[in-house]
């Protein structure tokens, strides 16, 4: 079952403790993440390896759609 959230607008550490709460949330499975700065998309992404899931980015009219799995 695939999960979406969407963290544009946010202000770093914000995109990240929410990305990372889901995560906990969840432990395994899908998570769409929406986010409209390189920074998030880096830390999260940093973040979500270092918790042992797999990102793959895509970028689009600026905007990154991360998608996080395990």
Do not use: F
Request: hydrophobic share 40%; glycine share 8%.
């Amino acid at each position: 079952m695939n999960q979406n959230i969407d963290v544009r607008g946010l202000s770093c550490p914000l995109p990240v403790v929410a990305v990372r709460n889901k995560l906990l949330e969840m432990e395994k499975g899908i998570l769409e993440v929406l986010i409209d700065t390189g920074t998030s998309k880096d830390n999260i992404t940093r973040m979500a390896v270092n918790e042992g899931w797999k990102v793959v980015v895509r970028e689009e009219n600026g905007e990154y759609l991360l998608t996080i799995s395990k």
